[in-house]
């Protein structure tokens, strides 16, 4: 089991140059309806929650409410009411945010806005040198929805992220985003998607399985890593392939034709 | 190629000439704009350090990555930041580029050679600016100084293009810019940013892939990660404009590696240019010498040869002349009176059809000859 779960853990490994830059990384997951990639989310989620690691996760919640994520993180193993009772895990509840762009052609943004501050403000407080300085991971869920809470208005919805991208060099933290990539059909749109694409150090990709239904996989995924390095500054492959299974308390990754 | 270009920069412009321009584009497939972007300013900034450059300093406008990065970039490259702030200043338009953290007012003050800039939007501000900075660095006299702008695009999302087009034009025609370069994602835009912005650079560097897809649709995901992309590699074409209207394609491979990007000679370089320039043709349009030769030593079979007389080649001019001179015939004659010493042996006449047809040196006399 712990075999297969590091072939993702693999596949998105540090970059052992970048680490002494201090700067942290964006991780973008793109999925489709056939095959959510929530999974994914709920897979790193754990990660940074786990026993082992220190790091503090700051979730920013379009899709689901808190009850929601608790459940699952339950079946995997974590409590998030107790770590956010210890300050591990701080929820940003937005389901409900609806934030128009300009108004009236002036500068009174603040959804959004409002949201990059209460973020910056819980990873200045994370990050300052009165706590022990740990690791932060922003993690968004979704990008459509962002978009929905903007009024469609991809612009702004690029702006944010590029405000939570800046955290990454000020305080090395890791942005995660989930999108869904089959919404984005018209070349216009499309825009947003490759904007995320150039802005991400990382795409993980899951597709329903090419060869049709299986009971035992359940999909495929598609890592690239831009910048991956090993130890020695060489740089590795950037591609990698493999297929999971989701179940009830966790997921498997193995690679294709390895089961039988 | 690289060298080419990066000389271009390095030499700088003529006096009243605009600046040269340098347009690095790329696409999501080939995203590696950013290694050829960093080998360029890291070339300016090692050839301005040995002053072997017209300009004197750079100024860097960052928008798409941290200031701090860029400053360990050099480092890395074995580049001397320990005086950066007399040759390289940053405006840093990537930490606030639209004024967002006022509010939170947790922005250290920053020093030495980064400037924060807070209205990306306002290019006309971002002008003066640019321009501020590089008099700082260099002062008010004839000293001259590099712009590098690491990302059109970000521009693009927050100004127009006519903005960007006169902020482009306004920094090359500025007396105390000796060159200017920038990075494009061309698939983020219209084609007709990309064009305009092309329009205004005199040398333009494409990264394309080395398998071109058949479908020359838009580059989507799929192109992202499709197995051909694993690779850090792809084709480097330059298109040079000279001051003359001429413009010469040159083409080269890249790969880029742990230390930074390496070109490599295309082998048969002019080969692929040419290529690309001519349209697909069936045949060659240039002869060998071989066989320019054997076409010379080709005898035509339109007139009576041989027998030891002298070879008569058909000549349109000459022919007329002797007809003028014969009056006396006005329809066809056989021009070569051969037939009685020939007997038993193949041979071909030569009529000619009327006196209406006028000889003309142009027209193939081959051409209704069928054999």
């Known amino acids: 089991m712990e075999q297969y779960l590091s072939l993702l853990d693999q596949a998105i490994e540090e970059d052992k140059t970048r680490v002494s830059d ?152 890791t942005l995660i985003l989930l999108n869904h990539e089959d919404i984005y059909s018209s070349s216009e749109q499309l825009t947003l998607n490759l904007e995320v694409e150039y802005l991400a150090d990382i795409v993980i990709k899951a597709k329903p399985l090419a060869t049709g239904l299986a009971t035992d996989v359940h999909g495929q995924l598609t890592v690239l ?36 | 190629m690289a060298e080419t270009i990066c000389r271009a920069l390095r030499d700088g412009s003529l006096e ?33 350090l040995a002053q072997k450059s017209q300009s004197r300093g750079l100024v860097l406008v960052a928008l ?18 320990f005086d950066s702030y007399t ?4 405006l840093d338009c990537y930490t606030d580029p639209l004024g967002w953290k006022e509010r939170v007012n947790a922005l250290s003050q920053k020093e030495s050679s980064e400037t924060l800039f807070k209205d990306v939007s306002d290019l006309d501000k971002l002008f003066d600016a ?9 002062g008010q006299g004839k000293a001259r100084f590099c712009v590098a702008i690491d990302s059109a695009s970000m521009m693009l999302r927050h100004a127009s293009l006519s903005s960007l087009g006169s902020l482009i034009n306004k920094l090359r025609s500025y007396d105390q810019v000796s060159s200017i370069f920038w990075l494009i994602h061309s698939d983020l835009h219209e084609i007709r940013a990309t064009s305009v912005l092309e329009y205004m650079s005199s040398m333009v560097a494409s990264l394309e892939p080395i398998f071109q897809s058949s479908n020359e649709q838009r580059c989507n995901s799929e192109n992202l990660l499709s197995i051909e992309n694993d690779t850090r590699e792809g084709k480097f074409v330059v298109r040079l404009k000279r ?12 790969r880029v590696e742990e230390t930074g990007i390496k070109f490599l000679a295309v082998p048969s370089e002019s080969e692929m240019v040419n290529q690309q320039i001519l349209p697909k043709l069936q045949f060659n349009l240039q002869l ?84």
């Open chain 2, 16 to 48: 009243g000439e605009h600046a040269p321009a340098l347009a690095i584009k790329d696409t999501i497939r080939t995203a590696f704009g950013v290694d050829v972007f960093d080998h360029v300013l890291c070339y300016m900034a090692s050839t301005i």
């Open chain 1, 225 to 260: 890593n831009k910048r991956s390095s090993n130890e020695h500054g060489k740089l590795k492959k950037r591609i990698h392939n493999f297929q999971f299974k989701v179940k009830e308390n966790g997921v498997e990754y193995f690679y294709s034709g390895s089961r039988t």
């Open chain 2, 243 to 254: 001051r003359n209207g001429r413009v010469k394609v040159m083409c080269e491979e890249f």
């Open chain 2, 64 to 81: 798409d990555r941290s200031p701090s990065l860029y400053l360990n970039l050099l480092k890395c490259r074995g580049i001397d930041v």
């Open chain 2, 87 to 90: 040759w390289i200043r940053v």
């Open chain 2, 130 to 138: 640019v321009i501020q900075l590089g008099k700082e660095m260099v």
């Open chain 1, 22 to 173: 201090g700067a942290g990384r964006v991780v973008l997951i793109q999925d489709c309806v056939e095959t959510s990639g929530a999974f994914l989310l709920h897979h790193l989620m754990k990660r940074a929650l786990s026993r082992e690691s220190s790091e503090t996760v700051i979730f920013v919640a379009f899709a689901q409410p808190f009850s929601h994520y608790d459940r699952i993180l339950k079946k995997l193993g974590c409590n998030l009411i107790t770590l956010s009772q210890n300050g591990r895990f701080i929820f940003f509840d937005m389901l409900k945010l609806d934030c128009p762009d300009e108004v009236g052609g002036g500068r009174t943004k603040s959804g959004l806005v409002d949201l990059f501050h209460k973020i910056h403000k819980a990873t200045e407080v994370i990050a300052s040198p009165e706590t022990k300085k740990s690791c932060i991971t922003i993690m968004i869920d979704d990008l459509s929805l962002v978009e929905v809470a903007a009024h469609g208005s991809s612009n702004y919805v690029l702006d944010f992220l590029h405000y939570c991208q800046t955290l990454t060099s000020e305080v090395g933290c």
């Open chain 2, 288 to 371: 060998s010498e071989k066989e320019r030769n054997d076409k010379e030593n080709v005898v035509l079979p339109f007139e009576h040869q041989g027998n030891g007389q002298t070879i008569q080649i058909y000549d349109g001019r000459r022919s007329l002349t002797l007809k003028q001179n014969d009056s006396t015939t006005s329809v066809s004659v056989p021009e070569e009176p051969h037939t009685e010493t020939d007997q038993g042996k193949g041979e071909i006449h030569y009529l000619r059809d009327s006196d209406d047809e006028l000889p003309d040196s142009d027209e193939d006399p081959d051409d209704d000859l069928d054999i």
